[in-house]
């Protein structure tokens, strides 16, 4: 219950602190920049809810993945847009996500097949063995 009470007080500094930004004078760049902390801390609390409430996350495909088709074998030291849709997908679940934050972590993804990336895929092979 604590944990739930954290997330719901993160939402609502969050949300005071939205409500007092000026809009003039704010460059295209501090936007970005201020919606990408915003999606990132909106993953985080996403990903701490389904952990409070026991289950995986949604299956939803990531932004990051609509038009992104698998053609090639992904390995370690492949790079690509594949590579950060793979995992984005991985941290989709909390079983395979890569890391917690950093790079790799939901909202940080990158185009690197790293040994952090394996880690997640071997995650994802061993808990889906039984159905393949």
């Given at each position: ?5 954290k997330i719901i ?123 393949v």
């Amino acid at each position: 219950m604590n944990q739930i009470k954290k997330i719901i007080a993160t939402i609502t500094n969050t949300s005071f602190v939205l409500i007092g930004m000026p809009v003039a004078g704010i460059t295209v760049a501090e936007l970005e920049a201020s919606i990408a902390l915003l999606t990132q801390q909106l993953t985080t609390l996403q990903s701490q809810l389904v952990t409070l409430q026991g289950g995986t996350a949604t299956s939803t495909v990531p932004t990051v993945c609509v038009g992104v088709t698998f053609a090639a074998n992904l390995k370690l030291g492949s790079t690509g847009a594949d590579v950060k849709c793979l995992q984005a997908l991985l941290n989709t679940d909390i079983a395979t996500k890569l890391a917690e934050t950093g790079a790799g972590s939901p909202g940080n993804e990158t185009t690197y097949f790293g040994s952090i990336t394996k880690t997640a895929v071997i995650k994802f092979q061993e808990k889906y063995a039984s159905e393949v």
